[in-house]
């Protein structure tokens, strides 16, 4: 009995050594929380399967290598020096994790009036700035992404990437903070929409949430 009991708690101890540094973060909502413009069925596949796959990728294409040890942002900031499986699934994690809070059941959130007065003075009206983002994201070929960043100077630019890399990575040539992305992936849009991405990319302002991109642009301005 005392046997086991060392047993379990030697298995308990190395248990601590072999969690995955990186998780995905409960979703912030139900899987039918944004039916009517992003559905339970896609959520779920999307967030359970596609999301939770890149965690664990990331995490075995680190294993035992200083990347182990390093946090999201230096593994992006340095990716250009690491294996494509590494770049691919960093990104994916957090361009996921970013997406899942930008998102929203919440009805008629708002910009605050510093992130509003921004997007005013980079875009001419948040309507100008919508059709930009929306564009990004039609225009980009295959899978990718659309971003709103703040940039090295503090100001708002919009722009797209291919697959999962993201404004963040030390490979892309307009690099920023990312606080708002529309993944355009066709596992984001396909099971409801099909090939009409134009249709999810009008979708997905009804279910944006702007206190989420607000808190994360105050975050990205203070740190400037």
Known sequence: MKILKIAAITAVFAAQFTMAQFKQTPLPYAYNALEGNIDAQTMEIHYSKHGAAYAANLNKAIAGTPQE?????QILSNVSKLPAAVRNNAGGHYNHELFWTVLTPQKNTQPSAKL???INETFGSMDAFKEKMSK???DRFGSGWAWLSVGKDG???VSSTPNQDNPL??????????I????????AYYLKYQNKRADYLTAIWNVT???????RYDEAISKK
């Open 69 to 73: 040890k390093e946090t999201l942002f």
């Open 116 to 118: 509003a007065k921004a």
């Open 136 to 138: 990004a994201g039609a």
């Open 155 to 157: 100001k708002l630019f």
């Open 169 to 178: 990575m030390d490979v892309v040539e307009e690099k920023g903070t990312p």
């Open 180 to 187: 708002f992305g529309i993944d355009v992936w066709e596992h």
């Open 209 to 215: 949430n702007w206190k989420e991109i607000s808190r």
